[in-house]
């Protein structure tokens, strides 16, 4: 479908993983489309397949099937104009910190074509834009990690792409930091029109930045929407009663699943969750078919549906515990 700035169809990869091992089935049949001037998030623990699919919209690798067209350019026909319409801002630093950060903004520039004159006019430009002119003269091994995050962005947008893959760009930071990379982010996208495709593991992170969000599960995506439209699916709010062990989680499960009004029950760990469309009023229930039970309850709480109970609904655990496991 035209129009799309970024599109992904039924992409396969896989990666070898030794003589007679099966292999790792990084992707197994992603899709999903990006509008142009949005900031879309692709949302998932760690080896769900997030890094994997930017590095084939970014030509980094080839899926082994399935197709994908970043502004307009087929990412496996036509690599070479894919690189020039994208910026991509990597896990891994892209900067030299034996260099300052103009002495790398400037480079990038010039590798990107650039005029010296231009190269260091855009490299000012960012560096006033990002807010880390101070520090624009000094080695980047002197910097904080929040600054030399920001700097490699700023270097994903030397030349001005129209399509910007940020891989888990606040991973690491301080809260501070964080909510600084957020407002760039948001600004890239708002005032200056560009297509931000975000991967991320904080759930925060993606209510907060993406219009809309993809949650990607074993290398698919399991569901895709904007936050409230996947919010909303769950229709009432969430009672999440915390017990003191798994083994106490499993006996409360059956007989939270007798009570009227509450629906959908999982147990993830020990903590059982259940949608309610009765609010607050159900807890005393809860409470008092546990206790009848001799099941000691350590916590219960209502609330309205987060990103990490549409996970729950859709891969069966708890996005949180899923991130301490990995």
Do not use: C
């Not at 692709?42 to 994997?52: D, E, V, W």
Request: glycine share 10%; no cysteine; proline share 5%.
């Amino acid at each position: 479908m035209p129009g799309y700035a970024v599109q992904a169809t039924d992409l396969h990869k896989s990666y070898p993983t030794g003589r007679g091992k099966e292999p790792v089935h990084a992707l197994d049949g992603l899709s999903f489309a990006v509008e142009p001037g949005t900031v879309f998030g692709l949302l998932g623990p760690n080896g769900a397949g997030k890094s994997t699919t930017v590095k084939i919209l970014s030509t980094l690798t080839r899926p082994d099937a399935g197709t994908a067209t970043v502004a307009g350019a087929d990412v496996a026909a036509d690599p070479d104009a894919v690189r020039r319409r994208i910026g991509l801002v990597s896990q891994k630093p892209s900067s030299d910190p034996m260099a300052t950060g103009r002495e790398n903004l400037v480079l990038a520039a010039r590798i990107q074509g650039l005029s010296k004159a231009s190269a260091h006019e855009r490299a000012q430009w960012l560096l006033d834009r990002f807010g880390i002119a101070d520090a624009a003269d000094r080695l980047v091994k002197t910097w904080s990690g929040g600054m030399a995050r920001k700097l490699d962005v700023a270097i994903g947008l030397v030349h001005r792409p129209q399509v910007l893959f940020l891989d888990e760009p606040t991973t690491g930071l301080d809260p501070e930091a964080r909510t600084e990379m957020w407002a760039e982010i948001d600004r890239m996208a708002g005032d200056d029109g560009m297509t931000v495709l975000l991967t991320t593991h904080y759930l925060d992170e993606a209510d907060r930045l993406a219009g809309r969000l993809a949650i990607v599960e074993h290398g698919r995506v399991a569901v895709e929407g904007t936050p409230d439209e996947l919010k909303a699916e769950l229709r009432g709010d969430v009672l999440q009663v915390e017990l003191e062990s798994e083994d106490a989680a499993a006996r409360a499960t059956a007989r939270i699943e007798l009570v009227d009004g509450l629906s959908a029950v999982l147990r993830d760990g020990a903590v059982v969750r259940a949608r309610t469309g009765a609010g607050a009023r159900v807890v005393p229930a809860v409470f008092a078919l546990l206790g009848d039970a001799g099941i000691p309850v350590v916590s219960a709480t209502v609330a309205r549906p987060s990103l990490d109970d549409v996970y729950l609904r859709y891969a069966g655990r708890s996005f949180q515990v899923e991130e301490v496991a990995a």
